[in-house]
T-cell receptor, first 110, second 111 residues
Framework: QKEVEQDPGPLSVPEGAIVSLNCTYS??????FMWYRQYSRKGPELLMY????GNKEDGRFTAQVDKSSKYISLFIRDSQPSDSATYLC??????????FGAGTQVVVTP | KAGVTQTPRYLIKTRGQQVTLSCSPI?????VSWYQQTPGQGLQFLFE???????NKGNFPGRFSGRQFSNSRSEMNVSTLELGDSALYLC??????????FGPGTRLTVL
């Protein structure tokens, strides 16, 4: 079983809808949680970075971490076609080493 | 602030050869991590360097090695290339090791 589980999708939503993404994990040592966006043939771009449990909001993006359930989420409000990409969750329990989910492909249709 | 740069962006090698990839981190960052990304395995951690010391290492064979220089620039080397080493190699820069910013990657093709 993988340490980080993420549904690969694809997840298709109409423009303007809320995109809901999530990951589960098994390693209770994870303390730092991240969401990245990756366009085809590009490097991942950091969207959200959180430490421990709680919520964090940045513009149209909201990240939630529930360490008791070992579950993290990312919500994208008012989705745009330019949000079409692969979204990767990542987490860390030891310096410098991120453990990634498989990535969810999101398609926002006009 | 300039982002993370990686050179070269594309490489084609043949089996048995070796290759060296370079990464320049964001100014002021002392941590550089390397990852391999393939369609089948996703993003996998190779190793991390902080202030010229390898601080963490993933589960890759000894053919994969790296180093970091005093200016925080980092290189990774793959010796005796195999077909399965074809991948996108990404480096990530961080001030302390966790909040990581990625470069564009080097796409390596092994023939």
């Amino acid at each position: 079983q993988k340490e980080v589980e993420q549904d690969p999708g694809p997840l298709s939503v109409p423009e303007g809808a809320i995109v809901s993404l999530n990951c589960t994990y098994s390693n209770s040592a994870f303390q730092y949680f991240m969401w990245y966006r990756q366009y085809s043939r590009k490097g991942p771009e950091l969207l959200m970075y959180t430490y421990s449990s709680g919520n964090k909001e940045d513009g149209r993006f909201t990240a939630q971490v529930d360490k008791s359930s070992k579950y993290i989420s990312l919500f994208i409000r008012d989705s745009q076609p330019s949000d079409s990409a692969t979204y990767l969750c990542a987490m860390s329990g030891s310096w410098g080493k991120l453990q990634f989910g498989a990535g969810t492909q999101v398609v926002v249709t006009p | 602030k300039a982002g993370v740069t990686q050179t070269p962006r594309y490489l084609i090698k043949t089996r048995g050869q070796q290759v060296t990839l370079s990464c320049s981190p964001i100014s002021g960052h002392r941590s550089v991590s390397w990852y391999q990304q393939t369609p089948g395995q996703g993003l996998q951690f190779l190793f991390e360097y902080f202030s010229e010391t390898q601080r963490n290492k993933g589960n890759f064979p000894g053919r994969f090695s790296g180093r970091q220089f005093s200016n925080s620039r980092s290189e990774m080397n793959v010796s005796t290339l195999e077909l399965g080493d074809s991948a996108l190699y990404l480096c990530a820069s961080s001030a302390e090791g966790n909040e990581q910013f990625f470069g564009p990657g080097t796409r390596l093709t092994v023939l």
